[in-house]
């Protein structure tokens, strides 16, 4: 005779046996939630410490801490249905106030497993970003991360929806059906907003500009990076107005980013110069007030070149770079007021453009 058997006579009435086994099976399991606590507490902490990572160490806490209420959720479940084998068949009353309460506690234990796996997704996401970021050394997108995790809450919850209706008897087949019918209708109702999205994604992981970048849009507007949504961007332009561009544009489009990887920018001045002039002279003096000058960096040291021999002049360009990309007009303003300033003083002559022209009188014999 087995131990249920001899605890069945001992208690001389089925209704008890099954009580005293579902307060049995209650308290099993709350003992085996508290073993598995104190377990992963002890052992498992010290398991995980070897680890590199510490996702590790945040996943096992949101696991200890609600431990104890899937323990108590699944020993409500099963003492449920353990009590459930001691009613009649024929005590209609009693089998739906059971099978109600075993409903509210099958949804309650969903509700816990799917808190659980909500919390422990965002938790997964947020890390993986954080990593990805430390390792690009690039900021932290306070944008995508609540997207990201709104997505995977909401498929979370529709798979809990899902199997609840199922265990309590419901045809899924025809809700699944729906959600890819309307999903299909939406795609197609919002494929530009659908792929203003993906292009917010892509700009969000490839992370082709941050926030605070200075760009060059495709139409050759240029601002700088105010804010990275998930269905556009918006650039600041330099009279202080916003460009608000779907995120699809910019994907395909061609940007130029002045701040990425470096901040440094080359700083470049043209001058004319009349022929006849003596060219290193000019080039002496141009250089010399670049090197002089506190922004611009002195290596690579300044230079100055011939690049073309025009119609009306012979063109000079100074090339350097400054470390700040905000001060390149300013850099340039200054140094072209100091250029013709100092050709003035020398006596170098900067052209403007001429033209020679050849009167004809038709009567007079050539």
Same mark, same amino acid.
């Not at 507490?41 to 990572?53: C, E, H, P, Q």
């Given at each position: 005779?087995?131990?249920?058997?001899?605890l069945r006579?001992?208690?001389?009435?089925?209704?008890?046996?099954?009580?005293?086994?579902?307060?049995?099976?209650?308290?099993?399991?709350?003992?085996?939630?508290?073993?598995?606590?104190?377990?992963?507490?002890?052992?498992?902490?010290k398991?995980?410490?070897? !680890?590199?990572?510490?996702?590790? &160490?945040? +996943? $096992?806490?949101i696991?200890?801490?609600? %431990?104890?209420? /899937?323990? =108590?959720?699944?020993?409500?479940y099963?003492?449920?249905?353990?009590?459930?084998?001691?009613?009649?068949?024929?005590?209609?009353?009693?089998?739906?106030?059971?099978?109600?309460?075993?409903?509210?506690?099958?949804?309650?234990?969903?509700?816990?497993?799917?808190?659980?796996?909500?919390?422990?997704?965002?938790?997964?996401?947020?890390?993986?970003?954080?990593?990805?970021?430390?390792r !690009?050394?690039?900021?932290?997108? &306070?944008? +995508? $991360?609540?997207?990201?995790?709104?997505? %995977?809450?909401? /498929?979370? =919850?529709?798979?809990?929806?899902?199997?609840?209706?199922?265990?309590?008897?419901?045809?899924?087949s025809?809700?699944?059906?729906?959600?890819?019918?309307?999903?299909?209708?939406?795609?197609?109702?919002a494929q530009?907003?659908?792929?203003?999205?993906?292009?917010?994604f892509?700009?969000?992981?490839?992370?082709?500009?941050?926030?605070?970048?200075?760009?060059?849009?495709?139409?050759?507007?240029?601002?700088?990076?105010?804010?990275?949504?998930?269905?556009?961007?918006?650039?600041?332009?330099?009279?202080?107005?916003l460009?608000?561009?779907?995120?699809?544009?910019?994907?395909?489009?061609?940007?130029?980013?002045?701040?990425?990887?470096?901040?440094?920018?080359?700083?470049?001045?043209?001058?004319?110069?009349?022929?006849?002039?003596?060219?290193?002279?000019?080039?002496?003096?141009?250089?010399?007030?670049?090197?002089?000058?506190?922004?611009?960096?002195?290596?690579?040291?300044p230079?100055?070149?011939?690049?073309?021999?025009?119609?009306?002049?012979?063109?000079?360009?100074?090339?350097?770079?400054?470390?700040?990309?905000?001060?390149?007009?300013?850099?340039?303003?200054?140094?072209r007021?100091?250029?013709?300033?100092?050709?003035?003083?020398e006596?170098?002559?900067?052209?403007?453009?001429?033209?020679?022209?050849?009167?004809?009188n038709?009567?007079?014999?050539?």
């Amino acid at each position: 005779m087995t131990l249920l058997e001899q605890l069945r006579s001992f208690l001389g009435s089925d209704l008890l046996f099954h009580l005293v086994v579902a307060a049995l099976l209650l308290l099993a399991t709350m003992i085996v939630g508290w073993i598995v606590k104190r377990f992963l507490n002890g052992i498992g902490r010290k398991l995980i410490a070897r !680890t590199t990572t510490d996702l590790d &160490d945040l +996943l $096992l806490n949101i696991v200890v801490d609600r %431990i104890k209420w /899937v323990a =108590v959720v699944a020993g409500a479940y099963l003492a449920t249905e353990e009590v459930a084998k001691a009613i009649p068949a024929g005590d209609l009353m009693a089998l739906q106030f059971l099978g109600f309460a075993e409903g509210i506690i099958f949804v309650s234990y969903a509700i816990v497993i799917t808190a659980v796996l909500i919390r422990i997704s965002d938790t997964a996401v947020k890390h993986t970003m954080e990593m990805h970021a430390r390792r !690009t050394s690039s900021g932290f997108n &306070d944008a +995508l $991360l609540p997207l990201i995790n709104r997505v %995977i809450n909401i /498929v979370l =919850v529709l798979i809990a929806i899902i199997i609840t209706l199922d265990h309590f008897g419901q045809d899924v087949s025809s809700l699944v059906v729906s959600l890819g019918v309307g999903s299909l209708a939406i795609a197609l109702a919002a494929q530009d907003t659908l792929a203003n999205m993906i292009g917010g994604f892509v700009i969000m992981l490839d992370r082709p500009f941050r926030v605070g970048d200075r760009i060059q849009l495709p139409s050759g507007d240029m601002g700088d990076v105010y804010e990275i949504g998930v269905r556009s961007t918006k650039i600041q332009d330099f009279d202080n107005n916003l460009i608000i561009l779907p995120n699809a544009e910019l994907v395909k489009g061609r940007i130029v980013n002045y701040s990425y990887p470096q901040q440094a920018i080359r700083v470049m001045v043209d001058v004319g110069v009349a022929y006849g002039t003596n060219l290193d002279d000019a080039k002496k003096i141009i250089t010399d007030l670049a090197k002089q000058h506190p922004d611009l960096l002195a290596d690579p040291i300044p230079e100055t070149f011939t690049v073309a021999l025009a119609d009306s002049s012979v063109n000079l360009r100074l090339i350097a770079r400054t470390i700040d990309y905000r001060k390149k007009f300013l850099i340039e303003t200054s140094l072209r007021e100091q250029i013709y300033k100092s050709f003035n003083e020398e006596g170098i002559e900067i052209p403007f453009p001429q033209r020679t022209v050849h009167l004809v009188n038709p009567s007079s014999k050539p």
